[in-house]
């Protein structure tokens, strides 16, 4: 009698755990966003060519939270914070030019992201069956899509930038399923920052990809 009730509040207490962890995430994942805003609306004056500094400023932040996660729960929050603002400064140029060549296309790749999240989020924050696979295949397959991506720069392929964002598209749908299902595995209250960072990055290359979709100047 006393093991099961054992385990039953071990169990209630791991689902705690998971809810919370979900709900720091997703916190997270938010203020993240709000940070790449901010940096979009500063760096709305900056040439293309400060966007290649910023993503790097962006990735070196990225690695240095795999160091300080399980030394500074503050840290690692400052740095994902600074991921979005510099993600957000390196896009700025882009996000300029569609608003003033084609806003509608910055709109409804705005909801259309938020509906992929959501939906593909749900589908693997819920499913039972073990997504690993699925993960390992669409992180092969976005390197394949990188070295597609290079290729485009070279080749004019016909249609070539709708496929592209079509395949992307696709590979994200598979890795934001295993990041929210790691994100229900998970009662690591210290991961939250990091599978927030996962999460953001899923969210922003769907959000590229559905721009270049909905945009006129597509092919």
Same mark, same amino acid.
């Given at each position: 009698?006393?093991? *099961? /009730?054992?385990?039953?509040?071990?169990?209630?207490?791991? =689902? $705690?755990?998971? =809810?919370?962890?979900?709900?720091?995430?997703?916190?997270?994942?938010?203020?993240?966003?709000?940070?790449?805003?901010?940096?979009?609306?500063?760096?709305?004056?900056?040439?293309?060519?400060?966007?290649?500094?910023?993503?790097?400023?962006?990735?070196?932040?990225?690695?240095?939270? #795999? &160091?300080?996660?399980? =030394?500074?729960?503050?840290?690692?929050?400052?740095?994902?914070?600074?991921?979005?603002?510099?993600?957000?400064?390196?896009?700025?140029?882009?996000?300029?030019?569609?608003?003033?060549?084609?806003?509608?296309? @910055?709109?409804?790749?705005?909801?259309?992201?938020?509906?992929?999240?959501?939906?593909?989020?749900?589908?693997?924050?819920?499913?039972?069956?073990? @997504?690993?696979?699925?993960?390992? !295949?669409?992180?092969?397959?976005?390197?394949?899509?990188?070295?597609?991506?290079?290729?485009?720069? &070279?080749?004019?392929?016909?249609?070539?930038?709708?496929?592209? *964002?079509?395949?992307?598209?696709?590979? /994200?749908?598979? @890795?934001?399923? &295993?990041?929210?299902?790691?994100?229900?595995?998970?009662? $690591?209250?210290?991961?939250?920052?990091?599978?927030?960072?996962?999460?953001?990055? $899923?969210?922003? #290359? !769907?959000? @590229?990809?559905?721009?270049?979709? /909905?945009? =006129?100047?597509? $092919?």
């Amino acid at each position: 009698m006393s093991e *099961s /009730f054992s385990v039953g509040a071990a169990t209630a207490a791991s =689902r $705690d755990r998971s =809810r919370t962890l979900f709900g720091q995430t997703m916190w997270y994942v938010a203020v993240a966003a709000g940070f790449f805003a901010l940096g979009s609306y500063l760096g709305r004056h900056l040439s293309h060519g400060w966007a290649f500094v910023w993503f790097i400023v962006a990735f070196a932040c990225l690695i240095g939270m #795999n &160091f300080t996660v399980r =030394r500074s729960g503050a840290l690692t929050t400052g740095l994902l914070l600074a991921v979005g603002l510099a993600l957000g400064l390196a896009m700025a140029p882009t996000i300029v030019y569609y608003a003033a060549a084609d806003p509608q296309a @910055l709109w409804a790749a705005g909801g259309a992201t938020a509906l992929f999240i959501a939906g593909f989020g749900s589908v693997g924050y819920a499913t039972r069956r073990d @997504l690993s696979a699925v993960g390992r !295949v669409s992180f092969l397959a976005l390197i394949a899509l990188i070295i597609f991506g290079i290729v485009l720069i &070279f080749i004019r392929i016909p249609h070539g930038e709708l496929v592209y *964002s079509v395949l992307g598209l696709l590979v /994200f749908a598979g @890795l934001t399923m &295993f990041d929210f299902q790691r994100l229900r595995r998970s009662t $690591d209250l210290e991961s939250a920052p990091l599978l927030a960072a996962s999460i953001f990055i $899923d969210a922003l #290359n !769907v959000f @590229l990809f559905f721009l270049r979709i /909905f945009s =006129r100047g597509g $092919d």
